[in-house]
């Protein structure tokens, strides 16, 4: 799995990580800021947040027509100090709330612009360290792996959110609950604890800060590692490098084959980012979140869950070594890992109270943790020459969104519409549906995610490297601005009814993908 990659992957990778930690710390408890600071419901604080990632994930299509022009690397360098500058501002409180209020929105846009310049580009390195002939085969397997590198830093976000705001409020003299709950917990002190959670939710944002500072230092430090790859497609026409070389017919089928895939996956990522709104509602309002007991308190040990994603490669690392001592070292790796996580879940007391932003951490989990799954289970495909295209795996992520929301559909039978629950709560349902709607959705991002941005990478012609992967990003934030739709219907309509227009449009998105395969598979072999 790691075996013959470049070094420059794992310093891009683990420079992304760093930015991603941050960007998820602060997004674990985005839309819970909003609703304490300012009394925004859950549809004002979701379009806010749907208009925040259109725009971050926006951005990388101008950040790719840059960096075609004046090189990726540094857009780069650019988008890391732009995204520092944003975090700053963000941490800094005001004098007013509506002063707060703009200066939130100009940092948003700070953060937006950077991730722009950062996000599609860095991605443009990691592909341009496999056009290399004799690394091409492990192009795949490479994104794969700089997915799991992005998610590690995703994983330790929530818990790391939870560390900072829950000790504040204690001291402030308050316990955590809902914010929904507030005035029937604390009365006439209420507006004094939502000011105290909001100071403890900005405290994330002081961190989402520090970590973008050193993925900065990381990517700095490491960059005699991946330079030859921070080259444009001018640059290399200009020192006679060679490289693809296309016909303007190729060139023109392969960005219509391109701009077909990203139409389709608009629809996965309007489904796909519930996770940070209308699915963060459901754990705020009808997910048991008190004396969570037995086994069920292991989802919710963070040092647990990496203990046992740690433990899958571990695992694998047994079946994969070249030699007998390296199987068992693997082994006993393994087991220590297990007693490890069981450890840390005795240490827990029998009853366990978890918060809304702890589900955040479980998508990445599940990504870090079956990656090395998903690496092998294609890797053997490819040997026996039967590995599905990446247009066929697009198709089925879709698929198996549509399953993922299907899952919580099940769940939702039986329960009172946000409509007619109004500002109460119902926390009845077993954490598990949740944890299992994460685990399915998981899969399909890992059918869709990351072989999507190896597909673009290999098929985006030379001198569009950095526009295309900015489309591809372009795509994502179409599909962030549209997964404000089930906010905005979330006190209007039944909840089942919220849920059948998702998994209508990813059924629908996935069989266009399976129409439109030979397509898109002919005009990438030209």
Same mark, same amino acid.
């Given at each position: 799995?790691?075996?013959?990659?470049?070094?420059?992957?794992? #310093?891009?990778?683990?420079?992304? @990580?760093?930015?991603?930690?941050?960007?998820?710390?602060?997004? +674990?408890?985005?839309?819970?800021?909003?609703?304490?600071?300012?009394?925004?419901? $859950?549809?004002?604080?979701? !379009?806010?947040?749907?208009?925040?990632?259109?725009?971050?994930?926006?951005?990388?299509? &101008?950040?790719?027509?840059?960096?075609?022009?004046?090189?990726?690397?540094?857009?780069?360098? *650019?988008?890391?100090?732009?995204?520092?500058?944003?975090?700053?501002?963000?941490? *800094?409180?005001? #004098?007013?709330?509506?002063?707060?209020?703009?200066?939130?929105?100009?940092?948003? +846009?700070?953060?937006?612009?950077?991730?722009?310049? &950062?996000?599609?580009?860095? !991605?443009?390195?990691?592909?341009?360290?496999?056009?290399?002939?004799?690394?091409?085969?492990?192009?795949?397997?490479?994104?794969?792996?700089?997915?799991?590198?992005?998610?590690?830093?995703?994983?330790?976000?929530?818990?790391?959110?939870?560390?900072?705001?829950?000790?504040?409020? $204690?001291?402030?003299?308050?316990?955590f609950v809902p914010i929904d709950n507030a005035v029937? $917990?604390?009365?006439?002190?209420? @507006?004094?604890?939502?000011?105290?959670?909001?100071?403890?939710?900005?405290?994330?944002?002081?961190?989402?800060? #520090?970590?973008?500072?050193?993925?900065?230092?990381?990517?700095?430090?490491?960059?005699?590692?991946?330079?030859?790859?921070?080259?444009?497609?001018?640059?290399?026409? @200009?020192?006679?490098?060679? !490289?693809?070389?296309?016909?303007? !017919?190729?060139?023109?089928?392969?960005?219509? @084959?391109?701009?077909?895939?990203? +139409?389709?996956?608009?629809?996965?990522?309007m489904a796909f980012h519930q996770n940070g709104s209308a699915l963060t509602f459901f754990a705020d309002k009808y997910t048991q979140l008190n004396d969570i007991t037995g086994i069920n308190r292991m989802w919710f040990n963070i040092w647990s869950l990496v203990l046992i994603a740690v433990s899958v490669y571990t695992l694998f690392g047994i079946f994969q070594s070249d030699n007998r001592k390296g199987r068992i070292i693997s082994a006993v790796v393994t087991l220590m890992l297990w007693a490890g996580a069981i450890a840390f879940y005795l240490q827990m007391p029998e009853s366990f109270n978890a918060v809304t932003s702890d589900f955040q951490q479980f998508n990445p989990f599940f990504v870090v943790a079956l990656t090395p799954i998903s690496v092998s289970v294609f890797g053997a495909l490819a040997k026996k020459g039967k590995e599905p295209s990446a247009p066929v795996k697009i198709g089925l992520g879709m698929l198996v969104a549509g399953v993922g929301f299907a899952v919580i559909t099940v769940a939702s039978a039986g329960l009172i519409s946000p409509m007619d629950l109004g500002d109460r709560s119902q926390n009845i349902l077993d954490p598990n549906w949740l944890i299992g709607t994460y685990f399915t959705l998981t899969v399909a991002e890992l059918l869709l995610s990351p072989m999507g941005m190896s597909f673009v990478s290999k098929v985006a012609p030379p001198k569009y490297k950095g526009l295309m992967m900015g489309g591809w990003f372009a795509a994502t934030a179409i599909g962030n601005y549209l997964s404000r739709i089930p906010s905005a219907l979330w006190n209007k309509i039944p909840l089942m009814a919220n849920w059948a227009i998702i998994i209508g449009l990813c059924v629908v998105a996935g069989l266009i993908m399976f129409i439109l395969r030979r397509k898109l598979e002919a005009a990438t072999q030209d």
């Open positions: 799995m790691f075996k013959g990659q470049p070094k420059g992957l794992f #310093a891009l990778a683990l420079s992304n @990580a760093g930015e991603r930690f941050g960007y998820y710390t602060m997004l +674990a408890i985005f839309t819970l800021y909003m609703r304490a600071k300012f009394g925004w419901d $859950e549809n004002e604080s979701g !379009q806010v947040y749907a208009i925040f990632l259109a725009g971050l994930y926006f951005m990388p299509l &101008f950040g790719g027509m840059i960096a075609d022009k004046i090189g990726y690397g540094k857009c780069v360098s *650019i988008g890391s100090i732009v995204m520092i500058l944003g975090y700053v501002a963000l941490s *800094i409180p005001m #004098a007013t709330n509506q002063v707060d209020k703009w200066a939130m929105f100009f940092s948003l +846009a700070l953060i937006a612009i950077g991730t722009g310049l &950062f996000k599609g580009n860095l !991605q443009v390195l990691v592909g341009n360290l496999y056009d290399d002939p004799k690394l091409s085969d492990k192009r795949d397997s490479a994104f794969s792996l700089f997915y799991m590198a992005i998610n590690i830093g995703a994983m330790f976000a929530p818990a790391m959110a939870k560390a900072m705001y829950m000790p504040f409020i $204690e001291k402030s003299g308050f316990h029937v $917990e604390f009365g006439s002190r209420s @507006a004094e604890y939502l000011d105290t959670i909001a100071g403890g939710y900005r405290l994330c944002f002081i961190i989402a800060c #520090a970590a973008h500072v050193i993925s900065f230092l990381i990517y700095l430090v490491c960059r005699p590692w991946y330079r030859h790859a921070d080259i444009t497609s001018k640059e290399a026409k @200009a020192k006679d490098i060679p !490289q693809q070389e296309l016909t303007p !017919q190729q060139t023109r089928q392969r960005m219509v @084959a391109l701009q077909l895939v990203f +139409a389709v996956v608009i629809f996965f990522w």
